[in-house]
């Protein structure tokens, strides 16, 4: 038997038929309406490999490196030749064929859904659901070939991809076919049987008009219903705008985007006996299965269809809902998600089946703090220890990331965290490795559980369920070509645009943006990844082995640039950070270390390590690195610039020979920068980060403050214009290194009021450069109107 009918099978067959099949055999055995429909068997596929005697060879195939994009590419292309190039085995041929035969009506040819259900979609990892294809609105005449392209779909460049890594044999993974009869949808959506995240039984439906794929891609806003089953009443309805709509072309058979006519726009789809006949029929769904379930349903002529029903992963323990756990119908170990309305009915495009998209549940919202959509595994971290834990392709989820993570980071392909905005470590850092990352998300590291499948959008700032396929895996970055700019014609600017370096790693990317130098050079990341204190480290292996470290963290990121500047910032990092290291026990216990001792404060007070980051600095310039300037933090007045040079002095290096100057991250540094200017600065560069925070009074890491924390504030931006012109006046150059820099609001204002340079992030360098030349071209227009 080739093929079995949807009706003789059961959520125990998976083996047979794959988890999609069973799940659907499972809701017709429980008298559930779901449209019929046969599947042909993974032992067929099997039994086609071997008779053919392609099997061998398609595994050697697609045993490849999966780092090797190229081997990759050239493995899948292997494998979908010899599948598509063999014959189908005639009994086989006939025995589909005429199954397919007998769901047409009245002699006329049935339009089909052909959908992929392998046997390996209850690994835990989600990657291994939803690779495989569906294709809508199949006939007699391409039935054959769709099968066979689903069986090829087993060997797409991803499902090798997640095999090779995860080692799981490519011979142990099977894939069965299901032939669905399409429902040509009046109105289609999913339900929620209890709430998604809380498990309230309050149960949610989206609905929209013709088929599911226009909510499935996000085209199209549903209408929301929520009905509460302990009152048994509809208790709220949310009557979305619905422009457009998905339908079979008449004609064609391919599903095509039409507009919503006018009067239907901002009607309700659902009315109260249609909603509460889609209740029971999830109240049975959820009885049947015991726990709360994400249904995908469409309707026709008045009846309804259940197209899949699966339990909802997201439902959290502690909240008192019930834990559903992984338990899956379909066994795909998905989070909850509103994406597989693509499925038999018709109501989704070929491939969009099994992932997460727009209108999966957000999980959790933050900051979207490093751009990128990227889809992968949640590791919580919540001590240093487990790190070796973040595999390549996770997503790290901690509650604030630390130096000593960024090997992890590095190796994730995402980040979360619970605190901090968008000047914190974890926003800085994943920006310069070009990892994807949410921030402050108040509650990730509870409400996100390890190993669940999520897609994070770095730029929206949100979480949702499940994997998206459009994600592209960390692992196929090219940091560094990703970085170069895709128009390579540089804009040339009066104003010079550089670039922010944080980790001396992303020097190279820095440099690849074509940025005009480095305007801010961090060395806290070189200090602190030693894993001491400064003085623990040099009592331990002594000055000259501190001051190596930082003459070739330094070294690396001024080669990358030479002959372009690069300034270097002496230390800032608070109390709290210094804490966590070996030594750090005698740090004091601060209330706030944002207002601690800090930056320069601390180098003053404390001036044997700044000693010796001076004597590296004197080393770099003996060793011919005169693009380097230097830098200090968190001045105040003049009293500061004075012990910096008089240190700088004692170290051999000659201010009035090395170009220097200091952060304006106070407003007393701004307000007094007619005396820093007398004490000698060659600049001075906004460090709108404390700047902000310090003018506001927001701190800048905390997630409660985070959206009052506005680098455009009248009172930061009057701040600065202010200081700009003085230092016009006095012959001091200005710049900007904080965070705001990479902001196109901010560098009009700044080339407005004549400033001489900005420092942007890696991602933000080639559009600066863009909006300044644009603000430079209009300035110079207005002046000869
Ligand atoms: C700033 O304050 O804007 C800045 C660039 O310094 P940091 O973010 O390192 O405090
Ligand atoms: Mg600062």
């Known amino acids: 038997m080739a093929v079995l009918w949807l009706d003789e099978v059961d959520a125990d067959d998976i083996d047979t038929v794959g988890g999609k099949a069973a799940s659907l055999g499972e809701l017709i055995g429980a008298g559930l309406p779901v449209p019929p429909g046969f599947v042909v068997t993974a032992g067929t596929y099997r039994a086609f490999i071997e008779e053919a005697g392609i099997d061998d060879e398609l595994f050697e195939v697609v045993d490849v490196d999966p780092e090797d994009s190229a081997a990759l590419r050239a493995g899948a292309e292997a494998a979908s030749e010899l599948i598509m190039g063999t014959d189908f085995p005639e009994s086989v041929r006939e025995e589909v064929l005429e199954s397919y035969r007998s769901m047409g009506e009245d002699g006329t040819e049935a339009f089909v859904a052909v959908r992929s259900s392998a046997t390996a979609e209850d690994l835990p990892d989600a990657s291994f659901a939803g690779q495989q294809d569906t294709y809508l609105n199949v006939r007699e005449a391409d039935l054959l070939r769709r099968v066979k392209e689903c069986w090829a779909s087993l060997f797409t460049q991803r499902a090798i991809y997640y095999r090779q890594r995860k080692g799981f044999p490519h011979d142990e993974v099977d894939i069965a076919v299901v032939v669905q009869r399409m429902v040509d949808a009046d109105t289609s959506g999913v339900m929620f049987t209890s709430h998604p995240s809380t498990g309230e039984p309050r149960l949610i439906i989206e609905a929209a008009w013709g088929l599911g794929e226009a909510v499935v891609s996000g085209t199209v806003s549903p209408d ?9 009443a509809v208790d709220d309805v949310t009557v979305a705008d619905k422009k457009v709509m998905m339908i079979k072309d008449p004609e064609t058979g391919e599903t095509v985007e039409v507009d919503v006519d006018d009067d239907r726009r901002t ?13 029971a029929l999830g109240e049975r769904v959820e009885d049947h299965y015991g726990v709360p379930q994400d249904v995908e349903w469409a309707m026709y002529e008045g009846d309804i269809y259940m197209l899949q029903s699966r339990p909802i992963t997201t439902i959290q323990e502690s909240s008192g809902g019930v834990a559903a756990g992984a338990a899956g119908t379909d066994g795909s170990g998905r989070g909850t998600n509103a994406s597989d309305a693509a499925g038999a009915a018709g109501n989704g495009d070929a491939n969009a089946a099994d992932t997460a998209d727009a209108t999966a549940d957000v999980l959790v919202h933050g900051l979207g703090a490093s751009p990128g959509i990227v889809s992968g595994a949640v590791r919580i971290v919540t001590k240093l220890d487990h790190l070796d834990q973040v595999q390549e392709g996770d997503i790290l989820v901690t509650e604030m990331t630390m130096p000593d993570m960024v090997p992890a980071m590095k190796r994730a392909a995402g980040i979360v965290t619970d605190e901090g905005g968008m000047t914190s470590h974890a926003a800085i850092v994943s920006r310069e490795l070009g990892v994807p990352a949410v921030v402050g998300t108040g509650t990730g590291t509870r409400d996100l559980q390890n190993g669940q499948p999520i897609t994070i959008d770095g730029d929206k700032g949100t979480i949702r369920a499940g994997a998206d396929e459009d994600a592209q895996p960390a692992e196929e970055f090219e940091p560094v070509e990703a970085a170069r700019p895709q128009t390579p014609v540089k804009p040339m600017t009066a104003t010079e645009v550089k670039v922010n370096v944080s980790i001396p790693e992303a020097a190279e990317r820095a440099a690849a943006t074509g940025a005009d130098g480095v305007g801010l050079l961090r060395i806290e990341h070189m200090v602190l990844t030693l894993g001491k204190t400064p003085e623990q480290y040099i009592r331990d292996h002594g000055a000259r082995a501190y001051q190596d470290e930082l003459v070739e963290g330094v070294r690396g990121v001024a080669d990358e640039f030479y002959p372009r500047p690069v300034r270097v910032r002496t ?134 403050v985070a959206d009052r924390f506005d680098e455009l504030h009248p009172a930061v931006l009057t701040l600065i214009g202010d200081t700009i012109a003085t230092c016009r006046e ?44 644009r603000v430079e071209q209009r300035l110079l227009l207005d002046s000869v109107r």
């Not at 219903?225 to 009152?231: E, F, I, L």
């Not at 009607?267 to 209740?279: G, H, M, N, Y």
């Not at 942007?760 to 030349?773: P, T």
Request: one cysteine or more; hydrophobic letters at 40%.
């Open 267 to 279: 009607e309700r789809v659902l009315s109260d006996e249609e909603i509460e006949a889609l209740v």
């Open 730 to 773: 006095l012959g001091v150059d200005t710049s900007i290194c904080g965070q705001a820099g990479s902001k196109p609001e901010m560098a009009e204002f700044l080339v407005e009021e004549g400033v001489s340079s900005i420092s942007a992030n890696i991602d933000a360098v080639r559009d600066v450069q863009h909006e300044v030349k």
């Open 571 to 704: 230390i800032d990092a608070p109390t709290d950070e210094f804490r966590e290291l070996e030594g750090g026990d005698d740090e004091p216990v601060e209330h706030n270390p944002m207002l601690g001792w800090r930056g320069i404060r601390r180098s003053l007070d404390k001036p044997d390590a700044f000693q010796q980051e001076l004597a590296a600095f004197a080393r770099l310039f003996d060793m011919g690195y005169d693009n380097i300037e230097l830098m200090f933090p968190l001045v105040n007045d003049a009293a500061d610039v004075e012990g910096a040079k008089r240190h700088m002095n004692e170290a051999g290096i000659d201010p009035e020979k090395h170009t220097w100057g200091v952060m304006i991250e106070t407003p007393a540094s701004a307000l007094q920068i007619e005396e820093l200017a007398a004490a000698g600065i060659d600049f001075a560069s906004f460090g709108t980060n404390d700047l902000t925070q310090y003018t506001l009074a927001v701190d800048r890491n905390n997630e409660h």
């Open 224 to 232: 929301n219903y929520v009905y509460d089953r302990s009152r048994s």
